[in-house]
Every structure is written in C-alpha cells, then in structure tokens.
C-alpha cells in the first residue's frame, strides 16, 4: 500500500516557526489535491490546508490563514507547509492527507476528513514557551 511520508514538526515557541513535508511521489497528484489536517486531544481532526497540485491554487482555514503556507514542490513531488507566527492553539498531530476534495458552500468550500483516503503517519507539533 502506497504511504504518505511526512516530516518535519516538533517544539516551537509562540510567534516561532516551523516547516511540514509530505513526500507523495507514488499517488496520482495530476488533477487532485494534497494537504493537510490537524488534531489536537480531544478533538476532531480539522482541516488546515491543501493546494492543487495541477493548478497551484491554494486553500487555507480561516485560522491559519494569512500565517501557514502550502506549497509545491514538482521535481520531488513534496507538499510543505510553512507555519509561521505559531500560537499555542496550533499544537496537534499534523496529517498529510490525499486526495482532499472540496465540497462546494456559502464561502468557497469545506473539507472533511471522512472524504480522504490516505493520511501520513502524523507529525506532532508543539507550540509553548
């Protein structure tokens, strides 16, 4: 069975940064979308954000937007994720996820975890002073 492999996470500080990679070079990526889910205890496992690995275009929840970056990179077929100005709130287990399908809503689209078929390991990240 192909496997998402991620890397990356650890401790940071609040406002610090840290780097995310998901090496998905055996999936189809042509005209689907790659990203990311998170889980802190206790809760449910939330979307964080996916690009489109055809087209580039990039999808980001409303609390990380404008602080996480996803990006591409072709040659080796690795998502990143860029997450900048961390707080507290961002600690959880982070999940690369494929193929993330948008349901279309109100503000653009949702996603959902129960759409994805393959998910990475996890990667725990942990934002404290």
């Known amino acids: 069975q192909e496997q998402l492999v991620e890397s990356g996470g650890g401790l940071a500080q609040p406002g610090g940064s840290l780097r995310l990679s998901c090496a998905a070079s055996?999936?189809?990526?042509?005209?689907?979308?790659i990203g990311w889910f998170r889980q802190a205890p206790g809760k449910e496992r939330e979307f964080v954000a996916a690009i489109s690995w055809s087209y580039g275009t990039t999808y980001y929840s409303d609390t990380v937007k404008g602080r996480f970056t996803i990006s591409s990179d072709k040659p080796t077929e690795t998502v990143i994720l860029q997450m900048n100005s961390l707080k507290p709130e961002d600690t959880a287990v982070y999940y690369c996820a494929f193929p993330i399908i948008g349901r279309p809503s109100r503000d653009g689209y949702d996603f959902f975890a129960q759409d994805i078929q393959t998910w990475g390991q996890g990667t725990q990240v942990t934002v404290s002073s």
């Open positions: 055996r999936f189809p990526l042509s005209e689907r979308t």
